[in-house]
């Protein structure tokens, strides 16, 4: 997966934007981040999960994902090598996170978006 396929793809859940914060882009639902490109360096994202669903991601996809290190990794925030991950392995962790991160009301208004797992 690319950079911009990363992109496209946190884009695509309603009402997602792109903004930034310490000279990352990162995804917003709401005013709250659910991924982010470029940390630790443009070979990696990072979706925020909760710790059950870091859990899984990890242990299904060893190749592409990781815990961040320390607190942050603790409480689900995980990254994603970008090169080995793929479009149908990434989809449902930003779903994961998205769903968690994202206003009730608009989960209700996607019951297409399943919720996490």
Known sequence: MTIDG??????????????????????RVGKRVF??????????????????????????YPQVFVPVKGTWGAQGSTQVKLRPA????VWP???????????RKLVAKNPMLPPPT
């Open 93 to 103: 962790a930003l779903v994961a996170a998205w769903h968690d991160r994202a206003p």
């Open 35 to 60: 991924a982010s490109l470029g940390y630790p360096d443009p070979s990696w994202a990072v979706v925020k999960l909760a710790p059950v669903q870091q859990t899984k991601f990890v242990k299904l």
């Open 86 to 89: 793929t479009q149908a392995v």
């Open 6 to 27: 990363f992109r496209k793809l946190a884009l695509t859940l309603p009402q997602s934007e792109e903004l930034a914060h310490g000279g990352h882009p990162d995804f």
